[in-house]
């Protein structure tokens, strides 16, 4: 069984939700949205546990959601979960139009702004999706209009000087701040798409290109060194549990960077140009994608899958202001258990010892897995009582241990008292015969 994530999606949804709402513990949100520009800037994603919309890290979504419904669309189908996937595609771009009501305007958190960075994650988002409405669900008049935002949207973010755009908007810098703008303006986490760029340049010149034998190798050269650098763990590492672990971008949400490498190993393997690598190479690839995928599922020093409401060893009570059913948000801690199970939502992930403590690409990796894997996720095979199976072992050994010096103890004592029982026996023998 494949679990996907779209319950958890459909409980970031704002705005006036619709009849067929799956989440019965949501309901509309964030109706005056806009007013004070005089747009409708209802709608959209909350971005995380909180009800706070952001621009840059949707567009991410939206694009590389797209991207993997383009490679891998039938694990979607074979899951009956296309016209889910659609809703949930379609409530993003609906409220990305939206954020762009001209062709120099976009709203990227709470005004509008120049941002070479955000303006051009925002045309990849309108690009991939388009491609997406056009060729899987067949609607080609949707598609044009998100076409011709990205178009604007790649016009707005040349437009010179190139700005990050948190020098537009101070108030994100604490919070989804950019780090440079040249890896949007071509197009792996939300903030660096480089090593994306290489699979996708590759990939468009050998499909399309007429540069020649030359420019493919090259840029299939480059790609290759990407990924072989992370099977390699050329500039990250594998913690003792076998998670990839890159310091500093792993630290807040350390399922983001191994589940992104996960899905552009497996994106390489499945495209046309990786059949002239060789077979040793692409199935290295592989291996170790599927290896991050089997420590998400489940096989981890914890015995537990890290997305909620899987199993019974799943994390419990993560940060999400609407599961939690309280009602102080400025309270992390009120209630201390939540009300509702965020099903299917992927939490951040454990820490460099394998340790989780606290509250990401999942989805485009359980649709290569449906089309792909012939065997259930690891966490089928996990009991309930395993992710304690550790601690319990401990505790036992340590039952064990102070049984036996107990014993142990008692065995010399009894040893020492009867030898000096005998002792005495024997001298009163011998006084009696002397």
């Known amino acids: 069984m494949i679990i996907f994530p779209e319950y958890p999606k459909k409980a970031q949804r704002s705005g006036k939700l619709p009849s067929n709402n799956r989440v019965s ?37 939206i ?8 490679e891998w669309g039938q694990g979607y189908q074979l899951a009956n979960q296309s016209q889910y ?45 388009s491609l997406i409405f ?38 994100i810098v604490n919070l989804y701040s950019s780090s440079n703008f040249t890896d949007e303006l071509v197009w792996v986490n939300w903030d660096d798409k480089t090593g994306a760029v290489y699979l996708l340049f590759a990939d468009l010149i050998h499909k399309y290109g007429q540069e020649g034998q030359e420019d493919l190798s090259k840029w299939k050269n480059e790609a290759e060194r990407y990924l072989d650098g992370i099977i390699n763990l050329s500039t990250c590492s594998l913690t003792k549990g076998g998670l990839y672990w890159c310091d500093g971008d792993s630290e807040s949400a350390s399922l983001n960077p191994a589940l992104n490498a996960a899905f552009l190993l497996l994106l390489y393997s499945s495209l046309n140009i990786s059949t002239s ?40 009570n993560p940060h999400h202001a609407g599961a939690s059913g309280g009602n102080d948000v400025s309270n992390l801690n009120d209630p201390s258990e939540t009300k509702y ?5 992927l939490v951040g992930g454990p820490d460099k010892k394998d340790k989780f403590n606290y509250n990401s690409p999942l989805q485009n990796l359980m649709a290569y897995q ?61 006084k009696q015969n002397s």
């Open 277 to 316: 690598s060789s077979i040793e190479k692409i199935q290295s690839y592989k291996n170790f994608a599927i290896s991050q995928i089997d420590y998400t599922l489940g096989k981890n020093p914890r015995n537990a899958p890290y997305v909620i409401g899987l199993h019974p060893n799943s994390p419990k």
């Open 63 to 70: 694009t590389s959601l797209s991207w993997g419904i383009l």
């Open 370 to 430: 449906v089309i792909n894997s012939h065997i259930d996720p690891h966490y089928v095979n996990i009991s309930k009582e395993s992710s304690n199976r550790i601690t319990t072992t401990v505790i036992v050994i340590i039952i064990v241990i102070c049984i036996s010096m107990v014993i142990l103890i008692g065995v010399i004592t009894f040893s020492f008292w009867k030898r000096k029982k005998i002792s005495r026996w024997w001298e009163n023998l011998r």
């Open 25 to 61: 513990w949501r309901h509309d949100s964030a109706l005056q949205d806009g007013q004070d520009v005089n747009l409708d800037l209802t709608g959209g994603y909350f971005d995380a546990g909180d009800y706070l919309k952001f621009t840059f890290p949707l567009s991410w979504v």
């Open 85 to 129: 996937i659609y809703d949930m595609l379609r409530w993003g771009t609906d409220w990305l139009i939206k954020a762009h009501p001209e062709p120099n305007t976009l709203y990227v958190m709470i005004g509008l702004a120049h941002g070479t960075d955000v303006a051009g994650e925002a045309a990849a988002a309108f690009a991939a999706s």
């Open 134 to 171: 056009r060729n899987y669900f067949n609607d080609s008049t949707y598609a044009d209009i998100l076409l011709s935002h990205a178009k604007d949207t790649y016009a707005l973010a040349e437009l010179t000087p190139f700005v990050l755009y948190q020098n537009s908007v101070p108030q």
């Open 341 to 345: 199970i965020l099903y299917g939502a």
